[in-house]
């Protein structure tokens, strides 16, 4: 199983970027996913789940600013994330359960600040 994220970077306060999660090695239409972030000196959080079916969840920080979303035949989970915060600077992980274990992706790192 790998999990591969990309697109983070460094923007402006308000701006918005996409992440990318591309996954193998599951089948992937029929696994729940996830974002992860983790900020320096804090714990990994939970930001954000969807589902096999497509029901979505978030955390209360970034409700209204960040959709997550899939596509089944790409095999890849999204992250767009708008009205960003200095607050949102972290790495972002995705990550799933397959067959009783979890998998994480390498990280990405998402940096907010002018």
């Known amino acids: 199983v790998q999990l591969q994220a990309s697109g983070g970077g460094l923007v402006q306060p308000g701006g918005s970027l996409r992440l990318s999660c591309a996954a193998s090695g599951i089948i992937f239409r029929l696994n729940a996913m996830r974002w992860h972030r983790q900020a320096p000196g804090k714990q990994r959080e939970l930001v954000a789940t969807i589902t096999s079916t497509g029901s979505t969840n978030y955390t209360d920080s970034v409700k209204g600013r960040f959709t997550i979303s899939r596509d089944n035949i790409k095999r890849t989970m999204y992250l767009h994330m708008n009205s960003l915060k200095p607050e949102d600077t972290a790495v972002y992980f995705c990550?799933?359960?397959?067959?009783?274990?979890?998998?994480w992706g390498q990280g990405t790192q998402v940096t907010v600040s002018s």
């Open positions: 990550a799933t359960h397959y067959r009783g274990r979890a998998y």
